[in-house]
């Protein structure tokens, strides 16, 4: 049985532009695969990229790649027959704009899993480029056939469960963001040198001087890491990501945008989360605490400007594509979405208005009242760190 029929969709993008979608393999030489058993590999990468098209009556791409269907078993969720409203390897929108560039950076699944934000963001005139961070996912396809599944180590033990000292496990969830920082890095590496060969369909449309990050969860983490070690980066989006690495104590000048789920399970007396297994002592709960809510409210207090949003009804996996779709009633996610308070299709429309404004401001110069008025445009967000 499922929770959603398959009749339910993602949401059709809203933007003046078709949507196209390519993928690339990059491999980083300068870098090893840390997560790998053999130590001389390198470090190889999958990215997506969803950017502004020509219309084109095409077949849409398939939402995940038949390769790639493991992710969607490990999660629970049925993605059999669905579409995305992207075109594989469409041209270019024809305008010769070239646009801003925002790489993407989910945790522990695809960046196809963020296609309804990604498409959204696109057919508003933004590349995104999706990165898949290998290892962290169920699967990773490679284009030549291979396909390299999960290493526990690359989410660092975030699917539990909890166990051992929470100092070096809270380390170890560091190392994992400053990982996926260096990964977002060298996929900006590789979109200089693809920018200027004109034999790529994207040659000369990647705007660099625009670039941003944005993510989820420890993607989120990553984003800013990347944007506060790299002048390249100008603009960043945290998207309920808790900050491991040093952002989350120093903060990063810049424009961040902080959109936020609700986290009651922070509410309640640490003895009380211990009794109910939200974690293994009083003293991790408390330190994870400290952790979440000191360093959203660093990052606010420090960036120039900081904008911070919580949404009411929100969970974690609010921001990701699973509402919208059919889940079983094993999944992993069925319980984090029957929490969920909001409206799928509302959420999508609240994060995307806010990502469209803050990216307008920041990167195109463009007016955002929006983000001047946050509660009077959406009475379900709550401004400031929670």
């Keep these: ?18 949507v196209g979608r390519l993928s690339y393999d990059w491999v980083d030489s300068t870098r090893t ?18 950017y502004p098209a020509r219309e084109h009556a095409g077949e849409l791409s398939p939402y995940l790649p038949q390769a790639w269907t493991p992710v969607a078993d490990f999660l629970g969720i049925d993605v059999a027959g669905l579409h995305s409203h ?3 390897d469409a041209a270019v929108a024809g305008d010769d704009s070239a646009y801003p560039v925002l790489l993407l950076s989910p945790s522990g699944f695809p960046p ?14 933004f590349i995104v480029v999706g990165v898949n961070h290998t290892y962290e996912t169920a699967v990773t396809a490679f284009a030549d056939g291979r396909v390299v599944p999960a290493n526990p180590a690359a989410i660092g033990g975030a699917l539990g469960p909890q166990t051992g000292s929470h100092t070096e496990v809270f380390r170890q969830r560091a190392s994992v963001c400053e990982y996926k920082a260096a990964d977002l890095a060298s996929v900006a590496d590789h979109l200089e040198r693809l920018n200027s060969d004109r034999a790529e369909r994207l040659a000369g449309r990647l705007d660099l001087g625009r670039f941003a990050a944005l993510g989820h969860s420890f ?11 790299d002048r390249r980066c100008r603009a960043a989006v945290n998207l309920d990501g808790a900050l491991w690495s040093d952002v989350g ?3 990063l000048d810049g424009p961040v945008l902080q959109v936020l789920a609700e986290h009651g399970e922070f509410a309640v007396a640490a003895e009380d989360a211990v009794k109910a297994g939200a974690a293994p002592t ?15 409210r660093t990052v606010q207090q420090r ?17 990701m594509d699973v509402p919208f779709l059919p889940v079983t009633d094993a999944s992993i996610v069925k319980p984090a979405i029957d929490a969920t308070k909001i409206k799928p299709q509302r959420m999508w429309r609240i994060t995307s208005d806010l990502l469209l404004a803050f990216f307008a401001r920041h990167l195109n110069g463009g007016a955002a009242p929006v983000l001047d008025g946050l509660t009077v445009e959406y009475p379900e967000l709550t401004v400031g760190p929670p």
């Design 1 to 18: 049985m499922t929770s959603a029929t398959a009749a339910d969709q993602l949401p059709k993008p809203s933007g003046q532009h078709a």
């Design 33 to 50: 695969e840390i997560y790998a058993a053999n130590p001389e590999d390198r470090r190889e990468l999958v990215v997506f990229v969803w």
């Design 303 to 319: 960036a120039h400007p900081g904008y911070t949003a919580q949404i009411r009804g929100a969970t974690h996996v609010s921001f």
């Design 112 to 125: 196809l899993l963020l296609t309804a934000i990604a498409e959204e963001l696109a057919s508003h005139g």
């Design 86 to 88: 992207a075109v594989p």
């Design 282 to 296: 009083v003293e991790w709960f408390e330190a994870e605490k400290a952790i979440l809510f000191g360093g959203w």
């Design 249 to 251: 104590r120093v903060g």
């Design 219 to 229: 993607g989120g983490n990553a984003a800013l890491e990347w944007c506060r070690q």
